[in-house]
């Protein structure tokens, strides 16, 4: 048992330790969520403020580019991360168990686009993709496709964008879902090779199943990764051909530092803050419990 | 057909190897693929600026050239971007361990009041991006004249509570006996935080250097709307304007952006294992 000073001492020093953290953290995260919400219901001219109320969201409901950028979102969210998590799920489930360099060979091979960055990749892929002396532009050609724009067709933009951001962040997860079956006891799939099982049943029935809460990790890092989709999109289409790929937070900052438009920015930000806490919210169940 | 025939005349121990083998092909295959895009960006930034649009391409370079790093390096003030990106990602990581070691030891050690729900309440903002609420971010930041100085990209990243949380898990498996065993010596909280807690969690520090650095090195709308001026430009965003740049040369547009990719594969490539370690440290725990 404690004396009573030594819990009070006890409790100074504990807020004392996180101060500085407390700090930072109410001054550059809490307070901008709060003022966020607040410039969303007003109408800024750079020093005026006027409260308008729900009208920058009603502004927002009927805007087709809007809609399209929510859509785009959408699209991206969900095809990104069902290839990220699937792909990345055959890649650690095939070598997993493998000698010690050939996984770190893969792991390397997967995980260095991520380190360059997503900058340096869509240059890259800028220039592979140039409709005059691009690669790819070139590969076309040959094969009797004639003058290909990928990027510049509607039809095609959003796929590719997909498969580049996807080839480029897949390699977080690889590494995530090696680590987690490397973790899985060793019996488990002893006892099912004396059952006979094969690669295929080991890998649905004892793999997927216990690397659950790694899928709920890397499903929604990567749903929130790609909510805030933006360099690829300014590097690559800047949103276009005519709005086709434009994203919620290219919209986002286009209203902000290009149209001047703070107060439906901030309407943008506000929706983009609520769907990332409810998502957020399953994983963070499991963290709290889990401690 | 005759594939099903003879995958059926095959023991089932035999077709199992064969589809472990297949994936692992397949997996290979794509593995090799995905580097290509960072060899053409090599090959092509050593290309003069004819031969990087030729057609049909040189696969290896024929004539190599350093004119165009020589060009990036004389025409924009690259150094300077590439010191802006170093101060801004160390001082950054730096600040994020000091605070965020002194708090994760609280949160694991010291018994305060009111610790469980300031920790929630922390730990809930963890998958919350900055950069959704970039207007409000940038005004405060605005109202400190920080708008094109390098503080103004540091705090925003000090805000976040990854580091805590990376952290507190490192400290949770140390023994309690040994800080007991500190204080009952006559050691302060804040020696036994310095001297004994400290140099026990240094490979969870290590993993966060890493991590953080490369983050904020590789961070890209934030640092872009702070850093206006060209010469308070990072590597990232100074490198992403050539794109916009009037010199149309590919090969000059490539040795930019390997200037930027180079820094982070060299870290890579000597600190792979912190990296496994410390993204599986961020990660649930089985």
Not at chain 1, 45 to 68: A, R
Not at chain 1, 97 to 115: L, T
Not at chain 1, 132 to 138: E, V
Not at chain 2, 183 to 195: H, L, P, S, V, Y
Request: aromatic letters at 14%; zero cysteines; hydrophobic letters at 55%.
């Amino acid at each position: 048992m404690r004396l009573r000073g030594n819990a009070f001492k006890e409790n100074i020093t504990g807020y004392l330790f996180i101060f500085p953290q407390m700090l930072i953290f109410l001054l550059f995260l809490v307070y901008p969520i709060l003022e966020g919400i607040r410039l969303s219901m007003y109408q800024i001219n750079y020093q005026s403020e006027k409260f308008v109320g729900f009208d920058n969201y009603i502004t927002l409901f009927s805007d087709p580019i809007f809609f399209k950028a929510l859509i785009n979102t959408v699209i991206f969210v969900v095809f990104i991360v069902l290839l990220t998590v699937g792909f990345a799920l055959f890649v650690a489930a095939s070598v997993f168990d493998k000698n010690a360099r050939y996984v770190s060979f893969i792991r390397g091979s997967y995980y260095i686009p991520v380190m360059v960055s997503m900058v340096v990749m869509s240059m890259v892929w800028s220039f592979l993709l140039n409709p005059a002396n691009g690669l790819i532009s070139y590969f076309a050609q040959e094969a009797g496709f004639g003058y290909v724009n990928l990027l510049g067709n509607s039809k095609s933009v959003m796929p590719v964008i997909i498969f580049v951001t996807f080839a480029t962040n897949v390699g977080q997860a690889i590494i995530l879902y090696i680590a987690a079956m490397i973790g899985v006891p060793k019996d488990l799939f002893e006892a099912a090779e004396v059952d006979g099982a094969n690669r295929w049943h080991v890998i649905t029935k004892i793999l997927i199943p216990s690397v659950r809460p790694s899928t709920l990790y890397i499903t929604i890092i990567n749903i929130i990764a790609v909510l805030k989709i933006f360099v690829v999109i300014q590097l690559l289409t800047g949103g276009g051909p005519n709005n086709s790929s434009v994203t919620l937070m290219y919209y986002l900052y286009n209203n902000a530092f290009k149209f001047n438009q703070l107060g439906t920015a901030s309407a943008v930000g506000v929706i983009m803050f609520l769907i990332t806490l409810l998502l957020s919210v399953p994983q963070l169940r499991s963290m709290i419990k889990q401690k | 057909m005759r594939g099903i025939s003879m995958t059926q005349k095959v023991k089932p121990k035999k077709r199992l190897e064969r589809f472990d083998m297949i994936s692992n092909i397949i997996i290979t295959f794509f593995a090799i693929l995905n580097l290509f895009p960072l060899y053409w960006l090599l090959t092509s930034s050593l290309k003069n600026s004819s031969d990087v649009v030729k057609m049909p391409p040189d696969w290896f370079p024929t004539t190599i050239t350093f004119s165009n790093y020589i060009e990036v390096f004389k025409s924009q003030p690259a150094l300077r971007w590439t010191y802006n990106s170093l101060f801004v990602s160390g001082v950054s990581t730096v600040l994020v361990i000091i605070v965020g070691a002194m708090a994760a030891y609280a949160f694991s050690k010291i018994n305060f009041k009111g610790k469980n729900i300031i920790f929630v309440i922390f730990i809930s903002s963890l998958m919350i991006p900055k950069e959704i609420m970039i207007v409000p971010l940038f005004r405060i930041v605005q109202d400190f004249g920080m708008v094109n100085s390098l503080n103004g990209m540091i705090w925003p990243n000090v805000a976040t509570a990854f580091g805590v949380f990376l952290l507190k898990g490192f400290f949770d498996s140390t023994p309690d006996a040994l800080r007991e065993a500190a204080r009952i010596d006559g050691a302060g909280e804040w020696r036994t935080f310095m001297q004994i807690m400290l140099p026990i969690v240094k490979p969870g520090i290590g993993a966060l250097f890493i991590l953080n650095f490369v983050q904020v090195w590789n961070d890209y709308l934030w640092q872009m709307v702070i850093g206006q001026e060209k010469t308070m430009k990072t590597l990232m965003v100074g490198t992403a304007t050539l794109m916009q740049d009037l010199n149309p040369n590919f090969a000059y547009k490539m040795a930019g952006a390997t200037v930027a990719a180079i820094p982070m594969l060299i870290i890579f490539i000597l600190f792979q294992r912190y990296f496994t370690q410390g993204i599986t440290a961020g990660a649930v725990k089985e």
